[in-house]
């Protein structure tokens, strides 16, 4: 990263082959492009997704102490697609509907991405 990026730490609410909604603390505004990461469980360790994304809309919590954003992913690998339907059809399968998936993301923000 460079000093004009800015490291977000962020919640994946829900995910999607094509895009993600976030829950962060800080607010990124629509047309905001990101390099979103995200850690899908494999049998033994955690497989690492990196995607450039674009912000299409924010809106607050009922607390108003977070930021929920709606990213699309921006030419993510098809291998990527891949693995994020089977993380999402297995946790179908487990029955798994009412919080899917709410895993912890890392979510970097820069002006500078392509």
């Known amino acids: 990263l460079n000093d004009n990026e800015n490291f977000i730490s962020a919640e994946t609410i829900n995910i999607s082959v094509s895009g993600a909604k976030l829950r962060a603390s ?13 850690y899908i469980p494999t049998d033994d360790d955690y497989l690492k997704i990196a995607t450039n994304a ?37 946790r179908l399968l487990e029955g798994d509907i ?17």
Do not use: Q
């Open 26 to 38: 800080s607010d990124i505004g629509p047309g905001r492009k990101l390099l979103f990461e995200f």
């Open 98 to 114: 009412e919080d899917m998936p709410s895993e912890k993301t890392t979510t970097f923000t820069s002006d500078m991405i392509g």
């Open 54 to 90: 674009i912000v299409l809309w924010r809106d607050y919590d009922s607390s108003k102490e977070n930021v929920l954003i709606g990213i699309s992913f921006i030419h993510m690998d098809d291998k990527y697609r891949y693995y994020i339907s089977l993380f999402i059809r297995d």
